[in-house]
């Protein structure tokens, strides 16, 4: 499976997505009346905030997304994430011990039942907040992406197109690597991926319109090996941006290759390539160019965290 965030994917792409397709600026209902939700009612009724159900990445957790949740609340989203914990996480180690597992034929329902709760959760808090009518983003970060896209078509299914306003995944595994690559046969998600893909293709059951797909392409590897030993010492560690662009190039190199089946001249954020993270056929395929951002190496508890100043954006879109 994917591992953790890359810090690339924030909230500059975030909000650059969703307006994308059409929830920034929009007037909202007022919220229902019911409990006092974690932000403030007044502040709801006051801005009017359109609910975001986030699905985190692996081993993320509500916490890791608490500068996101304030950012966005600013610009009118109240973000919902799936109260996971850390050690909700393990609760997919049985199924490693399965029949299922050894022949890639694992089915998130079952596999995933403790992410699937998480988000009854948060669905939940939402309808507590705004009612039972009020439609949400869904925002899936690595694999939270295809585990919201099984979500929304599993749980969800006919009343899909009624309770989603949109589904945007930030640095998500959609593609597996090429059938003729080396690494085709392992598949890392043991037939999870391949199931959601046949499933729900493009973010089926959702509409064409309502579907993006956020690539970070900040880290590219080398053309070669030797390429990459070339400056060595330069690269172990940049005083003036504080950061090792060696480090991030040896993480994005582990990571691409069982991903993409390739290492050398590949484009990513540090841990998903590109190509890897947009979904093939009806959803829109945005590819965000992240010029100086370092994002290969994860930062705990800043999962998805706000550009910082001096950093720089190159944004462009792919089709």
């Not at 049985?94 to 992410?115: H, I, M, Q, V």
């Not at 037939?191 to 993006?212: A, C, D, Q, W």
């Not at 662009?245 to 590109?274: K, N, R």
Request: net charge neutral.
């Amino acid at each position: 499976m994917a591992r953790s965030a890359p810090r690339g994917l924030g909230l500059l792409l975030t909000l650059f997505a969703l307006r994308s397709i059409g929830f920034v600026g929009q007037e909202r209902a007022l919220p229902r009346r019911g409990r006092a939700p974690r932000h403030a009612a007044q502040d709801l009724v006051l801005r009017k905030l359109t609910p975001v159900v986030l699905c985190p990445a692996q081993f993320g957790t509500r916490e890791d997304y608490e500068e996101l949740k304030v950012n966005l609340e600013e610009r009118g989203f109240a973000l919902y994430a799936a109260p996971l914990s850390r050690l909700d996480w393990l609760r997919i180690v049985p199924s490693t011990f399965t029949k299922e597992f050894f022949t890639a034929e694992l089915r998130p329902r079952k596999t995933l039942g403790f992410f699937y709760e998480a988000l009854d959760q948060a669905m939940r808090e939402v309808e507590q907040d705004y009612g039972p009518e009020e439609p949400v983003a869904f925002l899936g970060h690595s694999i939270g992406g295809w585990v919201a896209r099984s979500y929304i078509g599993e749980v969800l299914g006919d009343q899909a197109m009624r309770r989603v306003r949109s589904l945007v995944t930030l640095g998500t595994p959609h593609q597996p690597p090429p059938a003729e690559s080396v690494v085709a046969a392992l598949d890392q998600t043991r037939g999870l991926l391949t199931y959601i893909n046949e499933k729900f293709p493009s973010g089926s059951p959702l509409n064409t319109s309502l579907v993006t797909c956020v690539a970070g392409s900040g880290t590219k590897t080398p053309a070669s090996m030797e390429v990459m030993m070339e400056g060595v010492g330069e690269k172990l560690w940049n005083q003036t941006q504080n950061r090792s662009t060696f480090l991030e190039e040896v993480v994005a190199l582990a990571s691409y290759l069982p991903l993409s089946g390739s290492t050398f001249d590949v484009e990513g954020d540090g841990l998903i390539p590109v190509e890897t993270a947009l979904m093939e056929g009806r959803g829109k395929r945005l590819s965000w160019m992240i010029a100086t951002m370092p994002t290969s190496c994860p930062c705990p508890g800043r999962a998805c965290g706000c550009p910082r100043l001096g950093e720089t954006y190159d944004l462009s879109s792919g089709a």
